[in-house]
């Protein structure tokens, strides 16, 4: 039985006093595969059955493991596979965007227990803090003591360099500015003990589908997130790679040209400001676009022309990255609805179908399946990540 986790993550070791790292090879090994009963996860992780046996005891005994039901087969004694247990920790996610915030309470397993959401035209610090502050408490009025306690942190998600980017909605740029200096572990530090984790929102999102979506299905893929910007994420060896300053796959800054012919870049291109740009252009409330997923479909008039450009950009980035690194999938997500993304992704294999690939082998476009919540559901991964589980990939 073969893994290429293992392979990223190292075999077991069975010196003395490094429990913790057998601990998160086991618990990374169960969450890949859902569930592995002890003889599996002995051969996987390269550790004897009873050193395997000792620490899923421990586990079980944490209320990190529980028991599944037993699988019997032709012969000997039906196995009992090992899952992580839901409420054996938990962790807040918040994504900061420039159109929104949105609040998750995630369990052990990925499912969200609460969730709240911040719509504005613009973030002010503020007023985001204020949300968090709120939500933290909202989210956990009716957790015990002991639920509490397993809150392990608070994932941060927010674009790299919020305050550097051009707002062409007509917000100014100045309004982004007072994001420079903001020191946000120090600013949550004042209304809560939980350990902080700054990320990249497009990371975040690449880490979500990562772990809980279609990319167990993948072991090296590319990764787009479209929101109000577009940005990525690079998965390589089973594992999220952040990068040496946390800000690999900034996919969002690829080169494009406009269709004058002017030096752009992919975010310019393929972002839903752009569809935003073109609703403001004919007085139609953008806000709808975060506040109403139905509204999609009834702004077919403006989101047709949008979805042809951003297929045509995706197609023509998805190749660039490749010629880079192998990548055997792009799989492609943002916060709009899933029917929408479908429709994308369809184009955008059309799209390769049509280019130039000499010198490349044509990866799989697919669909990402996570959706709107990514970006805060990887953010409130990256707590439990840095605490229970490895990754090979991480500069942490």
Not at 49 to 65: C, F, W, Y
Not at 225 to 249: C, D, E, K, P
Not at 343 to 357: F, P
Not at 358 to 378: D, Y
Request: aromatic share 8%; net charge negative; glycine share 10%.
């Amino acid at each position: 039985m073969d893994d290429g986790l293992v392979r990223t993550l190292s075999i077991g070791l069975s010196q003395k006093g490094v429990r913790d790292h057998n601990e998160r090879l086991l618990l990374s090994l169960i969450q890949r595969h859902d569930a592995l009963p002890g003889s599996d996860l002995a051969k996987l992780a390269g550790l004897s059955p009873p050193t395997v046996s000792g620490i899923l005891r421990q586990l079980e005994s944490d209320g990190l493991v529980e028991r599944g039901d037993p699988v019997r087969g032709k012969v000997g004694k039906p196995s009992i596979p090992m899952r992580l247990a839901g409420d054996g920790a938990f962790a807040f996610g918040i994504k900061i965007g420039r159109r929104s915030a949105e609040l998750v309470l995630m369990d052990f397993v990925g499912d969200i227990k609460g969730q709240l959401k911040f719509t504005y035209d613009y973030p002010v610090i503020q007023n985001v803090l204020e949300f968090l502050a709120d939500g933290l408490n909202s989210l956990t009025v009716a957790f015990s003591e002991d639920e509490c306690a397993r809150i392990c942190g608070i994932g941060v998600a927010a674009p790299f360099e919020l305050w550097n980017w051009e707002d062409p909605t007509g917000i100014p740029s100045n309004r982004y500015q007072s994001w420079k200096d903001v020191d946000l572990e120090l600013e949550i530090a004042k209304f809560s003990a939980l350990p902080v984790t700054l990320m990249n929102d497009a990371t975040a999102a690449c880490q979500a589908e990562h772990t809980y979506g279609r990319g167990k299905e993948f072991q090296d893929y590319a990764y787009f997130f479209i929101g109000a910007f577009i940005g990525g994420g690079v998965v390589l060896n089973n594992s999220v790679y952040t990068g040496r300053q946390g800000n690999a796959g900034a996919l969002g800054s690829l080169r494009s040209i406009s269709p004058i012919g002017e030096s752009m870049q992919l975010v310019d291109m393929a972002s839903i400001h752009q569809l935003e740009v073109r609703l403001r252009e004919v007085d139609i409330d953008t806000r709808q676009l975060w506040s109403d997923p139905e509204s999609w479909t009834k702004l077919t008039r403006y989101v047709e022309p949008w979805l042809l450009q951003t297929a045509q950009e995706l197609a023509k980035a998805s190749l660039s990255i490749c010629s880079v690194i192998d990548f055997e999938a792009i799989l492609i997500d943002g916060a709009f609805p899933a029917s929408l993304r479908e429709d994308l992704v369809a184009r955008v294999r059309r799209y390769v179908a049509t280019q130039d690939t000499r010198g490349l082998v044509p990866p799989k476009i697919e669909t990402g399946s996570i959706g709107g919540n990514a970006r805060a559901r990887g953010a409130a991964a990256e707590p439990m990540r840095a605490q229970f589980f490895l990754n090979s990939n991480s500069s942490s």
